[in-house]
């Protein structure tokens, strides 16, 4: 079984910073691909940041430059380091990992919320 269990939302005021830190339960290098949903209340799910094919990594454009996207082998986690939040950030955010063995796989967390709010 794969799980995925993310940590570290909650409220912060404009401007403020949060760290979300997901955890797989196997080993993050058996995945093609690692990263970060969002979704907000009637707006569609979209990729904030994500580990591709041969270690690249890929950003929403709005967030370019506030947050960044990493992983650990030891701990098998990756984070996303998120700075100069607004309140267009608020959302629940969702661990992904992808891979293929016959067919492809895909594998979510259960969303963690970020509430961007003065």
């Known amino acids: 079984q794969v799980q995925l269990v993310e940590s570290g939302g909650g409220l912060v005021q404009p401007g403020g910073s949060l760290r979300l830190s997901c955890a797989l339960s196997q080993n993050i290098y058996t995945f093609e691909s690692t990263g970060w949903y969002r979704q907000a209340p009637g707006k569609q799910r979209e990729l904030v940041a994500a580990f591709t094919s041969f270690g690249s990594t890929d950003y929403l454009d709005s967030v370019k430059g506030r947050f960044t996207i990493s992983r650990d082998s030891a701990k098998n986690t990756v984070d996303l380091q998120m700075n100069n939040l607004q309140p267009e950030d608020t959302a629940i955010y969702y661990c992904?990992?992808?891979?293929?063995?016959?067919?492809?796989?895909?594998?979510w967390g259960q969303g963690t919320q970020v509430t961007v709010s003065s």
């Open positions: 992904n990992a992808q891979r293929t063995i016959a067919r492809r796989y895909e594998y």
